[in-house]
């Protein structure tokens, strides 16, 4: 098991720019999966991207992963107010369905 | 429908106490986990369950006891609470054990130790 450990810490951006951010990791995986939190909530279920897979789209975000250099990246499009939320990435490894997240990236975008 | 709810949402209580939060999930998964969240955001795994029978049982004070009574409910019992138990713990479920799987939190259940 290992953490994912994302960056930056907190993003600030205005509406309708696109926000990224980062995730690094130390040993191989399995798989990737990307969650939101909105404040006072629990994580929400982002996107999940394979070892095997470089690139996923959903809606507005699009998420990369290089295994090579263990890391993936969480791009949001056209970012939105409601797009304010703490991003997490657990990389995952095992059969046990352990994921560890990291702190996670802040992200607040202004109207 | 709320898919995983737990109760309660806040938990006030003073240390030495003992205290218990519910979690339940309506999606027909297997597998159930605790999480703990600090202040800081980090987010912890605790434990975690599959049909009633544990698979991960991390290193947390043995203060804190799961208990799954079947495999919709998995609830936290905590004995003689302290201080450091401050924290937003956080139920969650997923189809099967595996990585690959969506995990489904709750809303959190917010501990407060004074």
């Known amino acids: 098991s290992q953490q994912g450990e994302e960056d930056p810490q907190a993003l600030s951006i205005q509406e309708g720019e696109n926000a990224t951010m980062n995730c690094s990791y130390k040993t191989s995986i399995n798989n990737l999966q990307w969650y939101r939190q909105n404040s006072g909530r629990g994580l929400v279920h982002l996107i999940l991207?394979?070892?095997?897979?470089r690139e996923k789209h959903s809606g507005r975000l699009r998420v990369t992963l290089d295994t090579s250099k263990k890391s993936s990246s969480l791009l949001i499009t056209a970012s939105r107010a409601a797009d304010t939320a703490s991003y997490f990435c657990?990389?995952?490894?095992?059969?046990?369905?352990?994921?560890?997240f990291g702190q996670g990236t802040t992200l607040q975008v202004k109207p | 429908d709320t898919a995983v709810s737990q109760t309660p949402k806040y938990l006030v209580t003073q240390m030495g106490n003992d205290k218990s939060i519910k979690c339940e999930q309506n999606?027909?998964?297997?597998?159930m986990y605790w999480y703990k969240q600090d202040s800081k955001k980090f987010l912890k795994i605790m434990f975690s369950?599959?049909?009633?029978?544990?698979?991960i049982n991390e290193t947390v004070p043995n203060r804190f006891s799961p208990k799954s009574p079947d495999k919709a409910h998995l609830n936290l019992h905590i004995n003689s609470l302290e201080l450091g138990d401050s924290a937003v713990y956080f139920c969650?479920?997923?189809?099967?054990?595996?990585?690959?799987?969506?995990?489904?939190f709750g809303p959190g259940t917010r501990l407060t130790v004074l």
């Open positions: 999606l027909g998964h297997d597998t």
């Open positions: 991207i394979r070892s095997n897979e």
């Open positions: 369950y599959n049909n009633k029978e544990l698979i």
């Open positions: 657990a990389p995952g490894s095992g059969n046990t369905g352990k994921l560890i």
């Open positions: 969650a479920s997923s189809q099967y054990g595996g990585s690959y799987n969506e995990q489904f």
